[in-house]
């Protein structure tokens, strides 16, 4: 594939996240705790997020690997981030979560597992075969500095919350409490947030295309996620903390 023909791709893609934002504003994702049955056949909840995330991690490292990845520092840099990012959410992050007899809708399922396909194949792809050779001198630019330390804070903020969220089932008999500690004090969803920052930050500190498409779907992902979660609480709990934003301290 031609650099023209891919960043042709890329920008489609874009385009594509641009359309669809509006439409998951106006219609919460039917899994987790916003589940419903009327979405046709279901899967169980772990099984499913396995299969939806597995792509990103499999085709990703697939291209980088048998392509031209691994003979620059900083894409073996780049490719063990996302690496370190993907094992976690295919592997470690179903085994954590309690969500015995949970079940999704399979097209939610297939969606995910459609987006994390193309957005692996996509990063993989300019990653492992047309990535031009950055210098010695970037791992000292302020991009790659400010990125790499980004991509750490979120990587951890969202681990921290996560672990909030999951230890909330233990003594819960309904399975979901409000939550507290962290930052948790000013949003609703502050593991949303990390992951926001983590790929801001692999996009500032890669400076490319593809890794900015991703950022961008991360937001349209996301944002609509936490609005309906931070709706969701507030319907959910009469004592919830009503100064609380849903994503962003004071702003959103």
Sequence with gaps: MTLYTFNI?????????????PVILKIPAPYGRHSRTNWGPMINNKLGWFLMEAPALLVFGFLVVTGKGFEQQAILIFSFLWIMHYFNRVIIFPLRIRTKGKKMPVVIMVFALFFNLVNGFINGYWFGHLAPEYPVNWFFDFRFLGGLSLFI???ILNQYHDKILINLRKNSTTGYKIPEGGLFKYISCPNFMGEILEWFGFALMTW???TLSFFL??????????????????KTFADYPKNRKALFPFVL
């Design 9 to 21: 791709l890329v920008l489609v893609w874009i385009g594509f996240a641009i359309i669809l934002f």
């Design 153 to 155: 804070t979120g990587f």
């Design 208 to 210: 490319c295309l593809p």
């Design 217 to 234: 779907w991360t937001m349209v992902n996301l944002i609509p996620r936490a609005l309906d979660h931070h709706s969701w609480y507030l």
